[in-house]
Protein backbone atom coordinates (compact mmCIF):
# COMPACT_ATOMS: atom_id res chain seq x y z
CA UNK A 1 0.00 0.00 0.00
CA UNK A 2 3.12 2.28 0.71
CA UNK A 3 4.31 1.74 -2.78
CA UNK A 4 1.37 2.28 -4.25
CA UNK A 5 0.50 5.99 -2.75
CA UNK A 6 4.31 6.93 -4.05
CA UNK A 7 4.24 5.24 -7.41
CA UNK A 8 2.74 7.55 -10.34
CA UNK A 9 -0.37 5.60 -11.93
CA UNK A 10 1.02 6.43 -15.53
CA UNK A 11 4.62 5.54 -15.38
CA UNK A 12 6.59 4.41 -18.10
CA UNK A 13 9.57 1.99 -17.58
CA UNK A 14 12.14 4.27 -17.96
CA UNK A 15 10.66 6.65 -15.26
CA UNK A 16 10.05 3.01 -12.40
CA UNK A 17 14.00 2.29 -13.06
CA UNK A 18 14.49 5.69 -12.25
CA UNK A 19 12.45 5.38 -9.23
CA UNK A 20 14.41 2.27 -8.11
CA UNK A 21 16.81 3.93 -6.14
CA UNK A 22 13.81 5.79 -3.78
CA UNK A 23 12.23 2.23 -3.62
CA UNK A 24 15.60 0.40 -2.10
CA UNK A 25 16.10 3.66 0.17
CA UNK A 26 12.95 3.03 1.76
CA UNK A 27 12.92 -0.95 1.92
CA UNK A 28 16.58 -0.30 3.97
CA UNK A 29 15.18 2.23 6.11
CA UNK A 30 12.49 -0.17 6.94
CA UNK A 31 15.12 -3.21 7.64
CA UNK A 32 16.66 -0.08 10.09
CA UNK A 33 13.70 0.62 11.83
CA UNK A 34 12.99 -3.10 12.29
CA UNK A 35 16.47 -3.67 13.95
CA UNK A 36 16.45 -1.03 16.04
CA UNK A 37 12.95 -1.82 17.66
CA UNK A 38 14.19 -5.31 18.67
CA UNK A 39 17.29 -4.34 19.73
CA UNK A 40 15.61 -1.25 22.41
CA UNK A 41 12.92 -4.16 23.25
CA UNK A 42 11.88 -3.81 27.15
CA UNK A 43 12.89 -7.63 28.52
CA UNK A 44 9.48 -8.89 29.28
CA UNK A 45 10.25 -12.57 29.30
CA UNK A 46 11.32 -14.41 32.49
CA UNK A 47 14.79 -16.39 31.86
CA UNK A 48 15.75 -18.65 34.67
CA UNK A 49 18.17 -21.25 36.01
CA UNK A 50 18.74 -23.51 38.80
CA UNK A 51 22.44 -22.86 38.72
CA UNK A 52 22.47 -19.53 39.40
CA UNK A 53 20.03 -16.35 40.00
CA UNK A 54 20.16 -13.15 37.61
CA UNK A 55 22.89 -11.04 38.40
CA UNK A 56 24.38 -14.09 40.49
CA UNK A 57 28.35 -15.85 40.06
CA UNK A 58 28.37 -18.59 37.52
CA UNK A 59 29.53 -21.89 39.32
CA UNK A 60 32.95 -23.19 38.17
CA UNK A 61 31.22 -26.08 37.00
CA UNK A 62 29.59 -24.07 34.29
CA UNK A 63 32.75 -22.14 32.94
CA UNK A 64 35.56 -23.71 30.54
CA UNK A 65 37.71 -24.06 33.60
CA UNK A 66 35.67 -26.48 35.20
CA UNK A 67 33.33 -29.12 33.39
CA UNK A 68 32.01 -26.62 30.65
CA UNK A 69 28.55 -27.51 31.21
CA UNK A 70 25.73 -25.65 30.15
CA UNK A 71 23.37 -24.68 32.66
CA UNK A 72 19.93 -25.69 32.65
CA UNK A 73 17.73 -23.11 31.26
CA UNK A 74 13.75 -22.19 31.47
CA UNK A 75 11.40 -18.87 30.36
CA UNK A 76 8.24 -18.01 30.84
CA UNK A 77 5.49 -15.01 30.04
CA UNK A 78 6.24 -15.65 26.37
CA UNK A 79 4.28 -13.46 24.26
CA UNK A 80 1.13 -14.47 22.53
CA UNK A 81 1.53 -15.76 19.06
CA UNK A 82 5.34 -17.14 20.16
CA UNK A 83 5.98 -20.25 17.76
CA UNK A 84 9.51 -20.35 17.80
CA UNK A 85 12.51 -19.27 20.26
CA UNK A 86 16.28 -18.24 19.67
CA UNK A 87 19.31 -17.78 22.28
CA UNK A 88 22.09 -15.78 22.29
CA UNK A 89 24.94 -16.22 25.52
CA UNK A 90 27.66 -13.40 24.73
CA UNK A 91 30.29 -11.68 27.34
CA UNK A 92 29.87 -7.84 26.72
CA UNK A 93 32.91 -7.23 28.76
CA UNK A 94 35.66 -9.86 26.67
CA UNK A 95 37.96 -7.71 25.23
CA UNK A 96 37.02 -8.40 21.95
CA UNK A 97 35.79 -5.91 19.51
CA UNK A 98 32.55 -7.25 19.90
CA UNK A 99 30.76 -9.12 22.79
CA UNK A 100 32.59 -12.88 22.78
CA UNK A 101 29.82 -15.39 21.62
CA UNK A 102 29.36 -18.42 24.01
CA UNK A 103 26.32 -20.23 22.66
CA UNK A 104 23.95 -19.85 19.90
CA UNK A 105 20.97 -21.94 19.32
CA UNK A 106 17.65 -21.28 17.57
CA UNK A 107 14.82 -23.35 16.14
CA UNK A 108 13.65 -24.30 19.55
CA UNK A 109 9.83 -25.03 20.07
CA UNK A 110 8.19 -22.30 21.68
CA UNK A 111 6.63 -25.18 23.52
CA UNK A 112 9.91 -26.27 25.29
CA UNK A 113 9.69 -26.82 29.15
CA UNK A 114 13.21 -26.43 29.09
CA UNK A 115 17.05 -26.41 28.33
CA UNK A 116 18.42 -29.09 30.50
CA UNK A 117 21.92 -28.82 32.17
CA UNK A 118 24.76 -30.40 30.19
CA UNK A 119 22.63 -30.52 26.57
CA UNK A 120 24.25 -32.06 23.81
CA UNK A 121 26.90 -29.73 21.49
CA UNK A 122 25.81 -31.91 18.73
CA UNK A 123 24.65 -29.35 16.11
CA UNK A 124 20.92 -31.01 15.49
CA UNK A 125 19.72 -31.58 19.23
CA UNK A 126 17.30 -35.01 18.89
CA UNK A 127 16.69 -37.44 21.60
CA UNK A 128 15.84 -34.67 24.36
CA UNK A 129 12.22 -34.28 25.70
CA UNK A 130 10.44 -30.38 23.62
CA UNK A 131 13.44 -29.98 21.88
CA UNK A 132 13.34 -32.14 18.33
CA UNK A 133 14.63 -29.87 15.64
CA UNK A 134 16.71 -27.15 18.32
CA UNK A 135 19.91 -26.28 16.30
CA UNK A 136 23.36 -25.36 18.22
CA UNK A 137 24.77 -22.56 15.96
CA UNK A 138 28.30 -21.29 15.87
CA UNK A 139 29.98 -19.46 18.86
CA UNK A 140 32.74 -17.20 18.89
CA UNK A 141 35.27 -20.33 18.53
CA UNK A 142 32.97 -21.13 15.32
CA UNK A 143 32.29 -24.53 17.24
CA UNK A 144 28.65 -25.53 17.63
CA UNK A 145 26.92 -25.62 21.25
CA UNK A 146 28.03 -24.20 24.24
CA UNK A 147 31.56 -22.79 25.36
CA UNK A 148 31.52 -22.10 28.87
CA UNK A 149 32.91 -18.73 30.76
CA UNK A 150 36.80 -18.88 30.28
CA UNK A 151 37.65 -14.82 31.12
CA UNK A 152 41.36 -14.11 31.57
CA UNK A 153 43.03 -12.91 34.92
CA UNK A 154 42.24 -9.25 34.37
CA UNK A 155 40.56 -8.61 37.37
CA UNK A 156 37.25 -7.92 36.09
CA UNK A 157 33.92 -9.64 36.95
CA UNK A 158 32.66 -10.50 33.30
CA UNK A 159 28.80 -10.40 32.74
CA UNK A 160 27.26 -13.36 30.83
CA UNK A 161 23.97 -12.70 29.02
CA UNK A 162 21.52 -15.88 28.16
CA UNK A 163 19.25 -13.94 25.95
CA UNK A 164 16.32 -15.58 24.94
CA UNK A 165 13.89 -14.16 21.73
CA UNK A 166 10.57 -14.93 21.32
CA UNK A 167 9.53 -15.31 17.53
CA UNK A 168 6.46 -15.23 15.54
CA UNK A 169 7.45 -17.86 13.03
CA UNK A 170 8.20 -21.75 12.58
CA UNK A 171 11.97 -20.16 10.72
CA UNK A 172 13.43 -23.54 10.43
CA UNK A 173 16.84 -22.08 10.16
CA UNK A 174 19.96 -23.66 8.22
CA UNK A 175 22.54 -25.24 10.28
CA UNK A 176 25.58 -23.11 10.87
CA UNK A 177 24.16 -19.89 11.49
CA UNK A 178 27.01 -17.85 14.10
CA UNK A 179 24.93 -14.42 16.18
CA UNK A 180 25.27 -11.86 13.64
CA UNK A 181 23.74 -14.34 10.76
CA UNK A 182 20.88 -15.28 13.28
CA UNK A 183 20.04 -11.72 13.71
CA UNK A 184 19.51 -11.16 10.47
CA UNK A 185 17.37 -13.71 9.66
CA UNK A 186 14.92 -13.19 12.96
CA UNK A 187 14.97 -9.41 12.15
CA UNK A 188 11.14 -8.56 11.78
CA UNK A 189 10.34 -12.06 13.63
CA UNK A 190 10.77 -11.02 17.22
CA UNK A 191 7.80 -10.49 19.67
CA UNK A 192 9.68 -10.40 22.95
CA UNK A 193 12.82 -10.55 24.46
CA UNK A 194 14.26 -11.54 27.89
CA UNK A 195 17.75 -12.13 29.62
CA UNK A 196 19.72 -13.79 32.46
CA UNK A 197 22.72 -12.52 33.68
CA UNK A 198 24.97 -14.53 35.50
CA UNK A 199 28.70 -12.93 36.67
CA UNK A 200 32.52 -14.92 36.82
CA UNK A 201 35.53 -13.50 37.73
CA UNK A 202 39.07 -14.94 37.21
CA UNK A 203 41.18 -14.98 40.57
Known amino acids: MLFATIIPEDYKMKGFLSFKPALAAIAMSALI????????????????????????????????????VSPQLTWSNLPAGTVQ?????????????????????????ADAAEIPEGLTRDVRVTGV??????????NGLRQ?????????QDGKLHAYHFRVYALDAALN?????????????????VLGTGMLMGHYERE
Open 33 to 68: INSVIAAEMEDTITVASTAFEHHGTTPLKYTAYGDN
Open 85 to 109: LALVMDDPIAPTPQPFVHWVAYNIP
Open 129 to 138: AGLDGMINGL
Open 144 to 152: AGYFGPRPP
Open 173 to 189: LPEGLNKDQLLEAIDGH
